[in-house]
């Protein structure tokens, strides 16, 4: 009897099981920096997430004080194929509500696959003080689960920011995400990221938006990324970026029908290729 059969099975279960091995230790060396805020929403990844002065739903993930300024309830989807590979995907939804003090904002997201994931749980408040300023802060549960089991770690995590608009088409925001330094485990002193965000956008006309941040995780080299959005059309958006530290450009476009708004964008990593993005938010527009 012929063994071809049966070694081509061994030789198909060795590969899946070096790819699998593989997928995890790409996993575990990407993302095992454990929690590290990562961004969500296609028109932000569109503009290469310089989106700390960007006011829509899915500022409850970039700059919570931006929701202040949302004057609509708007609810929103997002899912991320990051590197073409479906264990490195991210999926998340948000929503907006203002109501007459203030903002509440609610988002939760997911990363990974069932050996490794990320997800985060977040409640957010924002408040205008009068028309140029406001202030915004976020309550975060996060938890990283191991599969095969090993386990799983809970954390609690706060955010905070501000956002200013000195000028009719000048905003400026910041942010922090994990100020108090949470720690993650007590063996040599594992702490989740404590990230600094500063930057803005400036409207050159009703068509043409420019926006430039710097971003500073404690543990690794300053990011600086700039974004450009134009609206060659009223329902129409097209939108470019780029960052460093790696060097990520990115491209998108937005379209708009009613109280819908799809968005679609990519990144470009010159070593491990691309990443998609697509969002969709609905919005509830009150009436005149």
């Known amino acids: 009897m012929s063994t071809r059969p049966i070694n081509r099975l061994f030789f198909y279960r060795v590969i899946k099981k070096i790819v699998s091995t593989t997928s995890f230790m790409v996993i ?4 095992f920096a454990g929690e590290d805020n990562n961004p ?4 932000s ?3 290469a997430n310089a989106s700390v002065g960007l006011s829509d739903v899915w500022s409850n993930q970039h700059n ?3 929701l202040a300024f949302v004057r609509n309830i708007s609810g929103g989807a997002y899912y991320e194929n990051k590197f073409m590979l479906k264990e490195l995907s991210t999926k998340a939804a948000a929503l907006a509500l203002p109501v007459r003090g203030g903002t509440f904002g609610l988002l939760a997201s997911s990363f990974g696959y069932r050996l490794y994931s990320e997800n985060k749980y977040a409640l957010s408040f924002a408040k205008a003080i009068g028309e140029k300023f406001s202030m915004g802060i976020s309550m975060d549960y996060l938890n990283v689960m191991l599969g095969e089991g090993y386990g ?3 954390m609690l995590v706060a955010e905070m920011g501000m956002l200013s608009k000195p000028l009719k088409n000048l905003t400026i ?11 993650i485990a007590e063996y040599n002193g594992e702490r989740i990221p404590t990230i600094f ?5 400036y409207s050159f006309s009703d068509k043409v938006l420019l926006a430039i941040e710097t971003e500073k995780d404690m543990a690794y080299k300053t990011v600086f990324k700039t974004g450009l959005e134009y609206k060659p059309l009223n329902a129409l958006y097209l939108r470019a970026g780029i960052s ?6 990115s491209f998108g476009f937005g379209m708009r029908l009613k109280n819908f708004q799809l968005d679609v964008s990519s990144h470009y990593h010159q070593l491990l290729g691309f990443s998609q993005q697509l969002g969709l938010t609905y919005v509830v527009y009150k009436k005149s």
């Open 152 to 154: 799983k770690k809970e």
């Open 244 to 249: 460093t530290n790696p060097v990520l450009s």
């Open 197 to 201: 965000r500063f930057g803005g956008n």
């Open 45 to 47: 990844a569109a503009m």
């Open 64 to 66: 919570q004080a931006a």
């Open 173 to 183: 925001g910041v942010h922090v995400y994990n100020p108090t330094r949470t720690k």
């Open 40 to 43: 969500v929403g296609a028109r």
């Open 28 to 31: 575990y060396c990407l993302a």
